[in-house]
């Protein structure tokens, strides 16, 4: 099995298994778990993650435009040779 595959096989298994995340600190989960119904902790679970998230997508997206501009001017210059 080549490299490739085998990055695209982790790749799917790590967006496919998931484990849920709580990501409150101790005092708000203190305070949010007096309520009923636990919808209000549930939101601010979903925005703590989702807040989260952002930064590491942008850092990815950038990481993937400079490993294609990188390689993609390498394949150019090998053309040459």
């Not at 490739?4 to 799917?12: A, F, G, Q, T």
């Not at 949010?32 to 997206?61: D, F, H, R, V």
């Amino acid at each position: 099995m080549s490299k490739k595959k085998r990055y695209i096989i982790l790749l799917i298994l790590l967006l496919v298994i998931s484990i849920p995340a709580e990501a409150q600190c101790a005092m708000c989960r203190a305070v949010l778990e007096t309520e009923e119904g636990q919808g209000t902790a549930k939101g601010i679970n979903n925005g703590i993650i989702y807040l989260m998230s952002i930064p590491y997508l942008l850092i990815a997206g950038i990481g993937f435009i400079i490993y294609k501009k990188y390689f993609s001017k390498k394949s150019k210059i090998q053309f040459l040779l």
